[in-house]
């Protein structure tokens, strides 16, 4: 289990990058998207020329507007991007399945993994097995009854033991650094929140550690789980990487 601050860990701004043709990060490296889901009739008319029809029929299921928008656009935005790494045609990309639903790709090196909240995404790009969650900050919610229900016992003691104005950051921190690490592993909500503990600190950007979890969940390598930086505000992504995580790249997409 790794911990290090994350200023340790080389990371740039999230601009646009001026090459078309992506290289695949190193081992240890992570390219991170951030993408806007608000699209425009051009994006959305051109999603349904890229998506595969299994896509296209989930986006149609979903009841409000907004949501099918933005599910389409967030679709159109993975293939698009994924396009620039593999160099072919965003609608000849085929994905498989996990037995949790984690989509990849077949016989390649690229390893993805997508996460949206409202209007935004997070991409993660790398060589090594990833995971990335975002969430939007609701001042509004019981995260404390949430902590409650999901975290590990010692999570939510070391929670409650924060001052309260540092709660709520706190809280997301590790929401999402857990949502990451099961995306990363594919085990989805079949792995319960509980089953594992990340440290919670006050300390915006600080990696985060599994603690009493690597024999239980059976894993040979270690991982490190950190916050994503630059993200706006009311705004809290985290990466999760099956390797020690040696610098990101920001990438905001176009």
């Known amino acids: 289990m790794i911990r290090q601050p994350i200023n340790e860990v080389t990371a740039t701004m999230f601009i646009q990058p001026s090459q078309k043709k992506m290289p695949l990060p190193d081992s240890g490296v992570v390219d991170i998207w951030f993408i806007s889901l608000q699209s425009n009739i051009d994006e959305?008319?051109?999603?349904?020329?890229?998506?595969?029809?299994?896509e296209w029929g989930r986006a149609m299921r979903f009841v409000d507007a907004r949501d099918r928008e933005r599910f389409a656009k967030a679709r159109w935005s993975l293939r698009n991007i994924l396009a620039r790494y593999l160099t072919?045609?965003?609608e000849n990309i085929v994905f498989s399945y996990g037995t949790h639903g984690k989509p990849s790709l077949k016989n390649s090196a690229v390893q993805f993994n997508l996460s949206h909240a409202g209007d935004y995404g997070l991409l993660a790009i790398a060589?090594?097995?990833?995971?990335v969650d975002i969430e939007i900050v609701r001042t509004n919610r019981d995260f404390l009854a949430l902590a409650e229900r999901f975290f590990a016992p010692q999570e939510y003691a070391?929670?409650?033991?924060?001052?309260?104005?540092?709660?709520m950051s706190a809280f997301y921190r590790?929401?999402?650094?857990?949502?990451?690490?099961?995306?990363?592993?594919g085990d989805?909500?079949?792995?319960?929140?509980?089953?594992?503990?990340?440290?919670?600190d006050d300390?915006?950007?600080?990696?985060?550690?599994?603690?009493?979890?690597?024999?239980?969940l059976n894993q040979s390598v270690d991982w490190t789980i950190c916050v994503v930086p630059d993200l706006p505000a009311g705004i809290t992504g985290a990466v999760a990487l099956q390797r020690k995580i040696q610098k990101m790249h920001l990438w905001r997409a176009e």
């Open 188 to 200: 989805g909500l079949s792995l319960s929140l509980a089953k594992f503990e990340v440290i919670i």
């Open 44 to 54: 959305l008319a051109a999603s349904q020329l890229i998506l595969s029809s299994d």
């Open 203 to 216: 300390v915006n950007g600080t990696d985060s550690v599994l603690k009493n979890s690597y024999h239980e």
């Open 88 to 90: 072919i045609s965003p």
């Open 174 to 185: 590790c929401w999402t650094r857990k949502e990451a690490f099961i995306k990363a592993t």
């Open 158 to 167: 070391a929670l409650l033991a924060l001052p309260a104005k540092k709660r």
């Open 127 to 131: 060589r090594d097995a990833v995971g």
